[in-house]
């Protein structure tokens, strides 16, 4: 295959001239970028032209690419549904708490097991590492929650899933590239240990901290597995559990479909669409005001200098 030749124009400036292959290349490339933009942002557009669409058409399958006779009625709907601004709030809650907690734990840990002058600090990291890999369970952990009186508990919740290993390592790894002249011009000037971390590391952390606490802030919202099992109390239950049970009574009901007339302007289906909806637009609100720091964060964080 033919190389790109680097020539000369009249005005000395050198031209690139690509190679047949390399534009294939590069085409093909700029196709596939495109096909898996279309595959990760085509469901989300579904869900939303589906909860403005009449629910006889998405049934049958009629809702493909836009809306058929579009209506706002689901939208009017799900926010009359029972528990919803409770639910709501809940998570609003559990995400904020939750990822203060997660931080909090996750950089002083990353702190600690990033100081080489730490005793026993391999001991101590491989002992972090390892519960990436191996756990418990999730019936243990259930049993560990229920023995500790933590069933149907807020705290379970916030506190119960404090630090992700993982996230934890990114930190760790960030922290080690900060150059240890800083840390002993500040011991030289008679700062302790936890004001080097608080004014020092912290400050110089930004990106990573940004990052991953995006990545906490999702789990968080996301999260329903854990707060279904833990939590009975309709008052307690996040955004995301709410949707599981509305998506389990559609399943149960059988004949909702039958029901359903050209003249319908909702159904369940249509309402679980458009809290769909309301539940992605807090993330995607949230992400673009941390956005720029989210690819040199996830770069720093994962390199060792």
């Not at 990353?110 to 026993?120: E, G, K, Q, T």
């Not at 999702?218 to 996040?238: A, C, H, I, Q």
Request: charged share 15%; glycine share 4%; proline share 4%.
């Amino acid at each position: 295959m033919k190389h790109a030749v680097n020539t000369k124009d009249k005005g000395g400036s050198i031209a690139k001239i690509e190679s047949r292959g390399e534009k294939i290349f590069d085409i093909s490339v700029k196709i596939l970028g495109v096909v898996l933009i279309f595959l990760c942002l085509y469901p989300i557009y579904y869900v939303f032209i589906a909860s403005i669409s009449r629910p006889l058409y998405v049934e049958n399958g009629q809702v493909m690419f836009t809306p058929v006779l579009a209506t706002l009625e689901s939208y009017r709907e799900a926010f009359q549904t029972p528990w919803l601004w409770t639910s709501f709030g809940n998570s609003i809650f559990y995400t904020l708490c939750g990822v203060m907690v997660n931080m909090f734990f996750s950089t002083t840990m990353a702190y600690a097991l990033s100081r080489p002058r730490l005793i026993f600090r391999k001991f101590f990291t491989l002992l972090a590492v390892f519960t990436m890999w191996f756990s418990a369970g999730i019936i243990p952990m259930y049993m560990t929650f229920r023995d500790f009186d933590l069933l149907d508990t807020r705290i379970a919740i916030i506190f119960g899933f404090s630090i992700s290993t993982y996230n934890m390592i990114i930190l760790k790894s960030f922290f080690e590239q900060v150059p240890a002249s800083l840390e002993e011009a500040a011991f030289i000037d008679g700062a302790s240990d936890f004001r080097i971390f608080a004014q020092v590391y912290l400050p110089l952390s930004k990106p990573s901290l940004a990052t991953v606490a995006l990545f906490y802030a999702v789990n968080r919202w996301n999260g329903y597995f854990w707060p279904m099992n833990l939590l009975t109390s309709d008052e307690k239950v996040p955004l995301q559990v709410l949707l599981k049970k509305l998506l389990v009574d559609r399943t149960a009901n059988e004949m909702e479909s039958a029901i359903i007339t050209a003249q319908s302007l909702t159904s369940q289906t249509t309402v679980i669409y458009a809290l769909i909806i309301l539940a992605i637009i807090p993330m995607a609100i949230a992400y673009p005001f941390i956005q720029k720091y989210f690819k040199s964060g996830i770069t720093l964080g994962a390199n060792k200098g």
